[in-house]
């Protein structure tokens, strides 16, 4: 159903009496009404906007798989570590850093990204930081001594993390409702594009006996950056930030640049934008406390959640040490590059099949049922791994790559789309802020940890590791039975309506809203004008 229909007799809907609110039911029917196609062919610049800030997350993406592949690359291990019983190996102390320092340094710019994307703007904070991006690949690539290497890891997981949490920002911000799900996704597939790059670069320079072993993996995130500033210059700017600082005029300027064409098109948007804002403000001042009291509490834990369930999934163990187990269980160098290729295969496929899957099968569902799939995935991993025979620990390397395809078709994709999704219009980039700081922050855990509990010169539990992660995937589906919502094909003027309410988990999915109930009466008296 178009808009123009809806508007399109006076006696209908009185467009010329119609109220600021009257114009935000509208703008939502509309957007109940357009399938993803339909969405794409109407909004054809939101779209395009929206992946130019998927895009930009690959930064992120390629950066964190870098920092642990480099760790499976002889020449690297041989440069920046030291000779232990037949090969060479890395100080503990600075691979734990190497893992943790970024990971601490992502956490200060989620935390500083919402006040810079809220003061500045999304545009020019995402533009600062892929400046400051070559600056620090500059520094990793350059580097000779442990501790320079670490200064670019360090700078660049800070700008890694603003660039993360603006791009889903904004990309929640500029989306239209049916493209929603479909494009957080495609964030998702960022983190699986990365690293598949990541693995194949590797796979053909990584037994090289020079530097460019390593420094052509790093080397590749210039190219990245470079494709992804000139096409964030031109981006407009969200016109949720506009109407923010009080600038209505930007904002219908931006609005017509996504694709609004039109007086009767712009108008009801920037209704619906107001009235998300509105309601937000009479609710809060737009703290980070403001999202930890009531009435936010509740929508900040169903926003991060899932986001930190990923990184208690084991998610960053099967990332960062897949490879260097797969060494460690017998295989050459050429066959675990091989396999890491294969296993981010996996990660993408999955992706792309949960595109299809998100808005039909619904984001509580598939969120559980996933995570209940890895988790058995990893106890079985950790259970082969126990029993220690060669063909037991193929088998363990097999889980692996099998747990990528379960988790990028479920939880690695369901999470960016609620955080994006569930938060309230005012406090949206701060909560996506606490989100992915609350996920690197266990990162920054595991970091630090896992070297001793894995490392063949520490602990050396190998893939046992994987019953840690497991029995935290059970701790996660009790959260997520009791606790998850279902958001599916909620506008977020519903989805206020909703919290607003106070509804029970059971509650979301068939709630019908006042919007839906605005519709139904729209729809009457079409008919009955026929």
């Known amino acids: 159903m178009s808009l123009s229909k809806t508007t399109s007799s006076p006696d209908q809907v009185h467009e010329e009496h119609v109220s600021d609110e009257q114009l935000a039911n509208i703008a939502g029917l509309d957007e109940h009404h357009m399938g993803p196609l339909q969405a794409i062919r109407r909004r054809p610049q939101a779209f395009c906007w929206a992946l130019v800030a998927v895009f930009a997350s690959l930064l992120m993406s390629f950066e964190n798989q870098a920092a642990g592949m480099v760790l499976s690359i002889p020449e690297f291990r041989k440069d920046f570590g030291y000779y232990y019983e037949g090969s060479y190996v890395l100080h503990t102390e ?55 290497f670490f200064g670019g890891k360090f700078l660049n997981g800070y700008v890694s993390g603003i660039i993360l949490t603006v791009a889903v920002t904004y990309i929640g911000e500029v989306s239209p409702l049916a493209l929603r799900g479909v494009l957080t996704c495609m964030t998702a597939l960022m983190m699986t594009i990365g690293p ?34 000139p096409l964030t210059l031109f981006m407009p700017e969200s016109p949720v930030y506009y109407l923010n600082i009080g600038k209505e005029d930007k904002a219908r300027k931006m609005v017509a640049r996504l694709g609004y064409k039109g007086d009767h098109e712009i108008d009801p948007k920037i209704a619906q934008l107001k009235a998300l804002l509105e309601e937000a403000r009479i609710q809060s001042e737009g703290t980070y406390l403001d999202c930890f009291r009531k009435p936010n509490i509740r929508r900040t834990i169903i926003s991060v959640m899932p986001l930190a369930i990923q990184a208690l999934s084991g998610v960053y163990f099967i990332s960062a040490y897949g490879t260097y187990y797969i060494q460690l269980a017998g295989f050459s160098t050429a066959e675990s590059f091989k396999l890491q290729i294969a296993q981010h295969g996996c990660s993408m496929f999955g992706n792309i099949i949960s595109w299809f899957l998100i808005d039909r099968v619904g984001r509580r569902p598939l969120t559980f049922w996933g995570t209940m799939s890895i988790t058995i995935v990893l106890i079985i991993c950790g259970s082969l791994a126990t029993e220690g025979s060669a063909g037991s620990i193929k088998g363990a390397v097999a889980m692996i790559i099998i747990y990528n395809w379960f988790y990028n078709i479920s939880i690695g994709a369901t999470a960016y789309t609620l955080l994006a ?103 009457g008296k079409l008919d009955e004008s026929k």
Request: aromatic share 16%.
């Open 421 to 523: 999704e569930v938060s309230s219009s005012q406090l949206r980039a701060k909560t996506v802020s606490i989100g992915i700081a609350l996920q690197y922050l266990i990162y920054l855990v595991w970091a630090f940890v896992i070297p001793y509990i894995f490392n063949p010169d520490q602990a050396n539990l190998g893939a046992k590791t994987s019953f840690i992660f497991g029995g935290l995937g059970v701790l996660s589906l009790i959260y997520l039975w009791f606790y998850q919502v279902e958001t599916s094909g909620r506008t977020f003027e519903e989805l206020d309506e909703m919290f607003k309410k106070g509804l029970s988990v059971r509650e979301f999915k068939n709630y019908k809203t006042e919007q839906q109930r605005f519709g139904e009466e729209i729809e």
């Open 94 to 148: 600075w691979q734990s850093a190497f893992y943790g320092g970024p990971i601490a340094s992502a956490i200060l710019g989620t935390l500083s990204a919402g006040y810079l994307a809220d003061k500045f703007g999304r545009k020019w904070t995402l533009i600062s930081s892929l400046v400051i991006t070559f600056a620090a690949v500059a520094m990793e690539f350059v580097a000779l001594t442990n501790g320079l």
């Open 196 to 229: 598949l790059t990541a693995a194949i670069i590797v796979n053909f320079t990584g037994e090289y006996e020079n530097r460019w072993a390593y420094r052509a993996i790093l080397c590749a995130q210039f190219g990245f950056a470079g494709i992804s500033l």
